[in-house]
C-alpha cells in the first residue's frame, strides 16, 4: 500500500473507532462532541441524542435550558405536550419577565416520568438563581454553570447542590461563579474591642484564611465577619489583605480599605515613630500595581510618673522662694 493513502485510511478507522465506542454509550456522535468542545448543543444533535434508531432505553435523554439577562431558551427533548405545558408553568413562576424562546421537540424515550420532572424542576430552581448561565440533564444527570445573581444566590445553590437532591437526579458537573463586582471591596475596622470585616471576599478558603490571620494579629476579644462572596477580586488581592491586615493590627485604633487597586488607610497610633513604620511597612508590602493612602494621626506623649514626682517639688520651692523674696522686696507700708 502507497505511503499516499495509508494516513488517510488510519484516519478514517480511528474516527469508525470513535462513532462505535460513543454509539456504546448511547451519545450520539455530533452532541458528545458539541459537550468536548464546551459548546451549547445545537437543536439538531439535541434531537439525535435523544432519538436515535434502536432502543430508546440506550439513549441519551437530552434537555437544556439557557438564562441570559433577558431572555430564557429551551432546547432539547420533552416526553409529551402535556409535560411541556407543565414546564412551561415552570418556566413562568420562575422567571415571569424573561422572554422564553421554547425550541422543545416531543420525544419517546424518557427515564421514569415523575424523576424526570423533578430533576427538571430542580434545575429550573438553581437556574432562577443565576444572573446567566444553563442547566442540562442527560437522562437525570444535571450539568449546571453559571454566574449567580448575589452573594446570598451563589449560598442557595450550594446549599442545595450539597443537599438532598430530588429522587434519581444526580450531578454531573457544576461551575457556579459567585457574583461579579466592580471595584471588588474590602475593609477591616479596628474599633476598642472588636476588629469588623465587611466587604468581598473571592472564596471561602480565602474567608478563612482572612478569619486567622485577625486571630493572629489582634487581640480583640470580638470579630465580626460580614464578608459576602464575590468574584472580581484583582490579581495579588490575598496578598494586599495580608499587608492591609498587619499594618492595622499595629494601630491603637482605625480602618484599612481596599477598593479595587486602591488601599487607603486611617487611624490612631501610639506615637509618632509607629505611625511612620505603619506608613512605610505598608508601601513596601502591597503588590505591584496597587497604590496607597495614609492617614495616621499619634498619640501625643503623656509625661511619665517619674516626671511628675520631680516637678512638683521643684515648683513648690520655687513657689516659697518667690514668696520670700516678694515678703523681702515690698515691706507693707505704713500710716503716715
Known amino acids: 500500500m502507497s505511503e499516499l493513502w495509508r494516513k488517510p485510511l488510519l484516519l478514517c478507522l480511528m474516527s469508525c473507532l470513535v462513532l462505535a465506542a460513543l454509539a456504546g454509550f448511547g451519545i450520539h456522535a455530533a452532541f458528545a462532541l458539541d459537550l468536548v468542545a464546551g459548546e451549547e448543543p445545537s437543536s439538531t444533535n439535541l434531537q439525535f441524542a435523544a432519538a436515535s434508531d434502536g432502543d430508546a432505553s440506550h439513549k441519551t435523554y437530552v434537555w437544556a435550558a439557557t438564562r441570559s439577562s433577558d ?64 442547566a442540562r440533564l442527560l437522562n437525570v444527570g444535571l450539568k449546571l454553570s453559571g454566574e449567580a445573581l448575589s452573594a446570598n444566590d451563589y449560598a442557595e445553590i450550594k446549599k442545595a447542590l450539597s443537599g438532598p437532591l430530588p429522587t434519581g437526579l444526580s450531578i454531573i458537573s457544576e461551575s457556579i461563579r459567585p457574583p461579579f463586582v466592580d471595584p471588588f471591596v474590602f475593609v477591616a475596622t479596628l474599633g476598642e474591642n472588636s476588629l469588623s470585616l ?30 459576602q462572596l464575590a468574584s472580581g477580586a484583582p490579581k495579588g488581592w490575598d496578598n494586599a489583605v495580608d499587608a492591609a491586615l498587619r499594618a492595622l493590627s499595629q494601630l491603637e485604633s482605625g480602618k484599612v480599605s481596599l477598593s479595587g487597586l486602591a488601599v487607603t488607610i486611617d487611624g490612631v497610633a501610639r506615637d509618632e515613630r509607629t505611625a511612620t513604620t505603619v506608613s512605610y511597612q505598608l508601601k513596601r508590602d502591597m503588590p505591584e500595581l496597587f497604590s496607597t493612602s495614609e492617614s495616621i494621626r499619634w498619640k501625643t506623649a503623656a509625661p511619665s510618673t517619674d516626671t511628675i514626682e520631680q516637678i512638683i517639688p521643684r515648683i513648690n520651692d520655687l513657689a516659697r522662694s518667690e514668696s520670700e523674696l516678694t515678703k523681702f522686696q515690698l515691706p507693707l507700708l505704713e500710716h503716715q
Open 71 to 134: 431572555s430564557l431558551r429551551l432546547r432539547g427533548s420533552v416526553p409529551s405536550e402535556d409535560d411541556r405545558r407543565t414546564i412551561l408553568g415552570m418556566v413562568k413562576a420562575h422567571f415571569p419577565d424573561l422572554q422564553v424562546e421554547d425550541r422543545l421537540k416531543v420525544v419517546a424515550g424518557s427515564p421514569p416520568k415523575e424523576q424526570w420532572l423533578g430533576a427538571m424542576s430542580f434545575s429550573l430552581k438553581q437556574l432562577s438563581h443565576l444572573k446567566h448561565g444553563s
Open 198 to 227: 465587611s466587604g468581598s471576599v473571592p472564596s471561602e478558603d480565602a474567608r478563612k484564611h482572612v478569619r486567622e490571620l485577625s486571630r493572629q494579629l489582634f487581640t480583640r476579644p470580638g470579630l465580626g465577619d460580614k464578608l
